[in-house]
T-cell receptor
Framework: GAGVSQSPSNKVTEKGKDVELRCDPI?????LYWYRQSLGQGLEFLIY????????KSGLPSDRFSAERTGGSVSTLTIQRTQQEDSAVYLC??????????????FGPGTRLTVL | SQELEQSPQSLIVQEGKNLTINCTSS?????LYWYKQKYGEGLIFLMM?????EEKSHEKITAKLDEKKQQSSLHITASQPSHAGIYLC???????????FGKGTHLIIQP
């Protein structure tokens, strides 16, 4: 079956431009997560969606970052007025349910964002 | 702030040798996940540990969670080139919505 997919796989943009990253979770997975992996920083949790509920935005690094999830499925992460420090690999993950003891998160391949 | 410490940061091991990677938390863990990341690819789930003293194995990889649920080790027996990659431990602390990850251990297998 299809796993988590993300697009684009690579994105190069100029400083100050807006970018939109897309995540298609595994069908039937209600929980969706966005993470950022910066060089030397490890993986950083950004935002979480559970079904159609309002997301927990506490992990977003600034108000330039926003995310939405339409119909409880596809999610987009938008970064406005990109800065060079936004350069990172953005990973999306999905799982069946958040608090299940066997809550395996399935990760997508990531989008590598480079801000020039 | 980073609450998971992984050691070593990098490891070069001769093919066929055993190795151990450690992951330590300052807080009791609700769940501990091990992932492997190959260069340019996403994260691959290896194992999840939840109970104190739990041990799980998959092929030549064994992971343990200590009784206090604050430290986990990942042991690879008779390493192979396919084991090369970055190993990440992720923690579910029971309150956060996402996992908190260590910085990873970069494993290189020398033929």
């Amino acid at each position: 079956g299809a796993g988590v997919s993300q697009s684009p796989s690579n994105k190069v943009t100029e400083k100050g431009k807006d970018v939109e990253l897309r995540c298609d979770p595994i069908s039937g997975h209600t929980a969706l997560y966005w993470y950022r992996q910066s060089l030397g920083q490890g993986l950083e949790f950004l935002i979480y969606f559970q079904g159609n509920s309002a997301p927990d935005k506490s992990g977003l690094p600034s108000d330039r970052f926003s995310a939405e999830r339409t119909g409880g499925s596809v999610s987009t992460l938008t970064i406005q007025r990109t800065q060079q420090e936004d350069s990172a690999v953005y990973l999306c993950a999905s799982s069946l349910a958040r608090r299940d003891p066997n809550n395996e998160q399935f990760f997508g391949p990531g989008t590598r964002l480079t801000v020039l | 702030s980073q609450e998971l410490e992984q050691s070593p940061q990098s490891l070069i091991v001769q093919e066929g040798k055993n190795l151990t990677i450690n992951c330590t938390s300052s807080k009791t863990l609700y769940g501990l996940y091990w992932y492997k990341q190959k260069y340019g690819e996403g994260l691959i789930f290896l194992m999840m540990l939840q109970k104190g003293g739990e041990e799980k194995s998959h092929e030549k990889i064994t992971a343990k969670l200590d009784e206090k649920k604050q430290q986990s080790s990942l042991h690879i027996t008779a390493s192979q080139p396919s084991h090369a990659g970055i190993y990440l431990c992720g923690a579910d602390k029971g309150g956060a919505d996402g996992l908190t990850f260590g910085k990873g251990t970069h494993l290189i297998i020398q033929p």
